[in-house]
């Protein structure tokens, strides 16, 4: 079964530069989440979309912006980057209109800041 | 605000032996409960949810969860351990009242010995 993709799975940049990570849900799910993992912590909810319109905010830095485009494909722009946000950033999709349906979770972009 | 806790960083099993994770929540209302497992370097892959119905919930490689309302747990079990399943292991949370984002515990590491 198709899952959901995240690309680049690595990715290096320097201080005060920009990235931009991009994301693929699974087919027909309407609902993308961004999370942030640094090195041992549990996932942070940075932001999410529904159906293209962004849904919920977390912990997401000023520096930082998301949306969802309308193949649902979803992008996570990243500037002035800074050592903290070296993390594994995961990106994750569900369908809303299930309820309860979990996150399925993609195997995350690892950024690291120099 | 929902919150949850895995009050064990580390939990050592014998192979064989059965294994249980501690989870409790917090939510204003009711829960989604979910578990997950992670791997070195991996996204976050679902293990099995309680939504609702019956309180013992069966999910992938063998493992289940109890909930329990009153003393508002979440643990995850398996009867016997198995080498391949050390790992990271994440409890998580949503209130069904709204389309909210998942909340993770701190996450317990699981270590089985042979």
């Known amino acids: 079964a198709a899952g959901v993709i995240q690309s680049p799975r690595h990715l290096i940049k320097e201080k005060r530069e920009t990235a931009t990570l991009k994301c693929y849900p699974i087919?027909?799910?309407?609902?993308v989440y961004w999370y942030q993992q640094g090195p041992g912590q549990d996932p942070q909810f940075l932001i999410s979309f529904y159906e293209k319109m962004q849904s919920d905010k977390g912990s997401i830095p000023d520096r930082f912006s998301a949306q969802q485009f309308s193949d649902y494909h979803s992008e996570l722009n990243m500037s002035s980057l800074e050592l903290g946000d070296s993390a594994l950033y995961f990106c994750a999709s569900s369908s809303q209109g299930q309820g309860g349906s979990p996150l399925h979770f993609g195997n995350g972009t690892r950024l690291t800041v120099t | 605000a929902q919150s949850v806790a895995q009050p064990e960083d580390q939990v050592n099993v014998a192979e064989g032996n059965p294994l249980t994770v501690k989870c409790t929540y917090s939510v204003s209302g009711n829960p989604y409960l979910f578990w997950y497992v992670q791997y070195p370097n991996r996204g976050l892959q679902f293990l099995l949810k309680y939504i609702t119905g019956d309180n013992l919930v069966k999910g992938s490689y063998g493992f289940e969860a109890e909930f329990n309302k009153s003393q508002t747990s979440f643990h995850l079990k398996k009867p016997s351990a198995l080498v391949s399943d050390s790992a990271l292991y994440f409890c998580?949370?949503?209130?069904?009242?709204?389309?909210?984002?998942?909340?993770f515990g701190k996450g317990t590491r699981l270590s089985v010995i042979a």
């Open positions: 998580a949370v949503r209130d069904i009242r709204g389309n909210t984002p998942l909340v």
């Open positions: 087919p027909r799910h309407d609902t």
